[in-house]
């Protein structure tokens, strides 16, 4: 009887993510900046090509012979070990011939995979992928996480939803460009300036082409799973690997219609869906790699090499994140309206928290307190409260909260509840680190993040030395990427980070959201950090794209952000 009810309860989280497509996807817009004049708008999705406002030149097929080019495979949501487990198992046929026999440690005869690669903070979809196809971090290109709100506009974004459950974000992600808008540095298709396609990645402002899938792809699957037509781990599957099939569809349509570009970016979401709702997620993902990823990827690559063009093609696969199993239980959800969570812990202690919703009617808008969460992560942000005591008064939001009265204030609270259990006992032991800042006066930038430590705000190196956290990965330099900038503010005036460690037992890590799944990620921890960052020639030397990769590096910390000057490196080549 209660068979159908859990298995719908469960699936909730992904038809929320793909409900959009069926409603948007029909709307694809791309726009061609640069690369030989040619300038091409067209709408992919209906399978059609419909002109835009743009005169639209039908470009002849690039011929193979150009190059060097470039297909970035985005995986999201895999982790390094999990990819190079798939790898090493014999099971990824297409990837593994791609690089050929491993000689050292990720060392391969035609590849090199980069070991150690971070993500930025946090480990959440839309910062990652916005900072990989930036080369910027969050506090300098302004896109923070999944959720977000923006103080000055007083504006919450959710192109993923986290807390909300509204999708508007998420269809304006994909039709009407969210995070490129939002973006104040140049895209790596808008430094290229080279031919660009790019197959369903929310990071495409600047590319000469952006498809998206087709609502016809998802009707039926969706329609199968609400009829009860398919069940258990099938169904699961067959809609991971139906979103990552129709974007590969999209990309063999688009070379069809219009030949190789220079830069290939293709997405794979799958992934990332079939990891959160399995049960024993990190294995799952392997399998899934091994079945489904790495066709997908063989497609792309026999396209190309019945072109002619594969020898003179580098393939790179990168991911945003990768995952930390967690309890799929209300038990371990803190959402807004679970017990315990940070919205409860700040509305017991007096402030006015907005509620977790995209929009918001006239009545609530007299909020104190704004929570955004990245999964692992949360962010609060704080009004200056003298200014909208009484209930029903707006707080003037450009205005900094204050340090002791409201930043500390909140501070104080959540670190209180989370030792004590009180006035919550939901609340106790949830929290991992409470990082704050003295607010910055408008128009100047924040100062770093620090934690507290039951006393006072320490910086992170004072703190770490004193307790060392080797498992959360180069935290002092990440979360300045993610608080020191223009943009730093977007973060908010506290992080909280859930206790969500790998090295403790699964049944101590909590996270901020109103799904429950079977893993989840945002934190600082390797198991969600590590990406993989590997680079191909078909029949290249492996030494040879070690040289490059480590060449193209930032230099410091080595993160996703250097896929970016990867790909300028070698199309520049
Ligand atoms: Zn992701």
């Given at each position: 009887?209660?068979?159908?009810?859990?298995?719908?309860?469960?699936?909730?989280?992904?038809?929320?993510?793909?409900?959009?497509?069926?409603?948007?996807?029909?709307?694809?817009?791309?726009?061609?900046?640069?690369?030989?004049?040619?300038?091409?708008?067209?709408?992919?999705?209906?399978?059609?090509?419909?002109?835009?406002?743009?005169?639209?030149?039908?470009?002849?097929?690039?011929p193979p012979a150009v190059g060097p080019r470039v297909i970035v495979f985005c995986l999201?949501?895999?982790?390094?070990?999990?990819?190079?487990?798939?790898?090493?198992?014999?099971?990824?046929?297409?990837?593994?011939?791609?690089?050929?026999?491993?000689?050292?440690?990720?060392?391969?005869?035609?590849?090199?995979?980069?070991?150690?690669?971070?993500?930025?903070?946090?480990?959440?979809?839309?910062?990652?992928?916005?900072?990989?196809?930036?080369?910027?971090?969050?506090?300098?290109?302004?896109?923070?996480?999944?959720?977000?709100?923006?103080?000055?506009?007083?504006?919450?974004?959710?192109?993923?939803?986290?807390?909300?459950?509204?999708?508007?974000?998420?269809?304006?992600?994909?039709?009407?460009?969210?995070?490129?808008?939002?973006?104040?540095?140049?895209?790596?298709?808008?430094?290229?300036?080279?031919?660009?396609?790019?197959?369903?990645?929310?990071?495409?402002?600047?590319?000469?082409?952006?498809?998206?899938?087709?609502?016809?792809?998802?009707?039926?699957?969706?329609?199968?799973?609400?009829?009860?037509?398919?069940?258990?781990?099938?169904?699961?599957?067959?809609?991971?690997?139906?979103?990552?099939?129709?974007?590969?569809?999209?990309?063999?349509?688009?070379?069809?219609?219009?030949?190789?570009?220079?830069?290939?970016?293709?997405?794979?979401?799958?992934?990332?869906?079939?990891?959160?709702?399995?049960?024993?997620?990190?294995?799952?993902?392997?399998?899934?790699?091994?079945?489904?990823?790495?066709?997908?990827?063989?497609?792309?690559?026999?396209?190309?090499?019945?072109?002619?063009?594969?020898?003179?093609?580098?393939?790179?696969?990168?991911?945003?994140?990768?995952?930390?199993?967690?309890?799929?239980?209300?038990?371990?959800?803190?959402?807004?309206?679970?017990?315990?969570?940070?919205?409860?812990?700040?509305?017991?202690?007096?402030?006015?928290?907005?509620?977790?919703?995209?929009?918001?009617?006239?009545?609530?808008?007299?909020?104190?307190?704004?929570?955004?969460?990245?999964?692992?992560?949360?962010?609060?942000?704080?009004?200056?409260?003298?200014?909208?005591?009484?209930?029903?008064?707006?707080?003037?939001?450009?205005?900094?909260?204050?340090?002791?009265?409201?930043?500390?204030?909140?501070?104080?609270?959540?670190?209180?509840?989370?030792?004590?259990?009180?006035?919550?006992?939901?609340?106790?032991?949830?929290?991992?680190?409470?990082?704050?800042?003295?607010?910055?006066?408008?128009?100047?930038?924040?100062?770093?993040?620090?934690?507290?430590?039951?006393?006072?705000?320490?910086?992170?190196?004072?703190?770490?030395?004193?307790?060392?956290?080797?498992?959360?990965?180069?935290?002092?330099?990440?979360?300045?990427?993610?608080?020191?900038?223009?943009?730093?503010?977007?973060?908010?005036?506290?992080?909280?980070?859930?206790?969500?460690?790998?090295?403790?037992?699964?049944?101590?890590?909590?996270?901020?959201?109103?799904?429950?799944?079977?893993?989840?990620?945002?934190?600082?921890?390797?198991?969600?950090?590590?990406?993989?960052?590997?680079?191909?020639?078909?029949?290249?030397?492996?030494?040879?794209?070690?040289?490059?990769?480590?060449?193209?590096?930032?230099?410091?910390?080595?993160?996703?952000?250097?896929?970016?000057?990867?790909?300028?490196?070698?199309?520049?080549?």
């Amino acid at each position: 009887m209660s068979y159908r009810p859990v298995l719908l309860r469960n699936y909730s989280h992904i038809l929320y993510r793909l409900r959009p497509l069926l409603l948007t996807a029909a709307i694809a817009l791309a726009v061609c900046l640069v690369d030989a004049c040619a300038f091409v708008a067209k709408t992919l999705s209906t399978g059609g090509e419909q002109p835009v406002a743009h005169p639209v030149v039908t470009t002849a097929k690039a011929p193979p012979a150009v190059g060097p080019r470039v297909i970035v495979f985005c995986l999201d949501g895999a982790g390094y070990p999990q990819l190079m487990e798939a790898i090493r198992s014999g099971k990824a046929p297409h990837i593994a011939a791609l690089l050929g026999k491993e000689k050292d440690q990720g060392l391969f005869e035609h590849g090199y995979s980069a070991p150690g690669v971070l993500s930025v903070l946090p480990s959440s979809t839309v910062a990652d992928w916005s900072a990989t196809f930036t080369g910027k971090p969050p506090a300098q290109n302004g896109v923070p996480g999944d959720e977000w709100f923006d103080r000055q506009h007083q504006r919450f974004y959710a192109p993923v939803p986290i807390t909300v459950t509204d999708t508007a974000d998420f269809s304006g992600m994909l039709n009407d460009g969210l995070v490129g808008k939002q973006l104040k540095v140049p895209t790596l298709y808008e430094q290229l300036k080279r031919r660009s396609y790019v197959s369903m990645l929310m990071v495409y402002r600047g590319s000469t082409l952006f498809t998206t899938v087709a609502p016809t792809t998802f009707a039926g699957i969706v329609g199968g799973l609400v009829a009860g037509k398919l069940s258990g781990e099938t169904s699961l599957e067959a809609i991971s690997k139906s979103v990552d099939t129709a974007s590969i569809d999209k990309v063999l349509q688009a070379i069809d219609e219009h030949g190789l570009p220079r830069l290939q970016v293709i997405y794979f979401p799958g992934i990332d869906l079939f990891t959160h709702a399995s049960p024993d997620p990190l294995h799952a993902q392997v399998g899934y790699i091994e079945e489904h990823t790495d066709k997908s990827v063989g497609q792309v690559l026999d396209a190309y090499r019945k072109l002619g063009a594969l020898s003179n093609t580098y393939v790179i696969l990168v991911a945003d994140h990768g995952h930390t199993p967690t309890m799929n239980d209300e038990a371990h959800r803190r959402g807004p309206d679970d017990p315990g969570s940070p919205f409860a812990i700040l509305k017991a202690s007096g402030f006015r928290v907005r509620k977790a919703s995209l929009t918001l009617s006239k009545s609530e808008e007299d909020f104190q307190a704004v929570i955004a969460s990245q999964g692992f992560m949360a962010y609060v942000y704080l009004a200056d409260r003298s200014t909208c005591q009484a209930a029903r008064q707006t707080c003037d939001w450009s205005r900094p909260p204050r340090f002791h009265d409201d930043v500390m204030r909140a501070v104080r609270a959540l670190y209180a509840e989370n030792q004590s259990g009180v006035p919550i006992p939901q609340g106790k032991g949830n929290i991992d680190l409470i990082f704050a800042r003295r607010p910055a006066e408008q128009d100047e930038e924040a100062e770093s993040f620090k934690v507290f430590n039951g006393r006072e705000l320490v910086s992170i190196h004072h703190y770490l030395k004193k307790n060392p956290r080797p498992d959360l990965a180069d935290l002092e330099e990440r979360m300045k990427w993610l608080g020191d900038g223009p943009y730093g503010g977007r973060a908010g005036d506290i992080v909280i980070l859930a206790k969500a460690s790998s090295s403790i037992p699964i049944q101590d890590r909590y996270y901020f959201a109103t799904a429950t799944h079977y893993s989840w990620h945002g934190s600082p921890d390797m198991s969600d950090s590590n990406v993989p960052l590997i680079l191909a020639l078909d029949g290249g030397s492996g030494v040879v794209m070690q040289d490059i990769v480590e060449n193209a590096s930032h230099g410091g910390t080595f993160s996703q952000m250097d896929l970016t000057p990867l790909v300028l490196a070698l199309i520049g080549r």
